[in-house]
């Protein structure tokens, strides 16, 4: 993440927080991320140095103006204005940070082969939750790859318990290993 995504991210959620609007304002982060990631010939066209800004900024306000607050209007305007609205996903990341940060929230994603069972995913938020001492969000993915047991990605920390990451360190001893 570029400090320019840190700190404009950061310096919403600092407004944001000051105002009593955090969850109400990642909410509608959350929601022009998934417009402009589905749409990038919309990002172009507010990323594009040859429209006019007035024109750039009219285009926010058509489209996000009456759905988002006032704050997040005018930071993608903001965006708009310094030529940097291609940060704004990073942004959204820098924002949810900080989110998390306040609110005790770790992220985190898991891999398994097959999906969690209900009771298996409690089981995973319980001890993820003691050991962490936060509540936990989890992302699964389901990777036939692994061909078993999990991977954890949280807190910039990867923790590998996958019948594919044992057999590939066995695979890599033997290789080692000098006959």
Do not use: W
Not at 126 to 135: N, V, Y
């Amino acid at each position: 993440m570029t400090d320019f995504a840190r700190t404009y991210g950061g310096s919403l959620y600092e407004l944001a927080r000051d105002e009593g609007l955090t969850e109400r304002i990642l909410d509608q982060l959350d929601m022009c991320a998934g417009i402009l990631d589905e749409t990038p010939e919309y990002m172009r066209l507010l990323a594009t140095p040859s429209v006019t800004k007035e024109a750039r900024r009219r285009a926010v306000d058509e489209s996000f103006g009456t759905q988002v607050h006032p704050y997040l209007a005018g930071f993608m305007k903001l965006l708009v204005d310094r030529g940097e609205i291609r940060q704004f996903p990073a942004c959204v990341r820098a924002y949810r940070e900080r989110y998390n940060e306040d609110n005790g929230i770790l992220e985190v994603n898991v891999t398994t082969a097959v999906e969690l069972t209900g009771s298996a995913r409690e089981k995973l938020l319980t001890k993820l939750s003691q050991m962490f001492g936060k509540k936990i969000v989890l992302a699964t993915k389901i990777d036939p790859a692994v061909l078993g047991g999990m991977r954890l990605e949280c807190a910039g920390k990867r923790y590998d318990g996958t019948v594919r990451d044992r057999l590939d360190r066995i695979e890599r001893g033997l290789r080692e290993t000098v006959l």
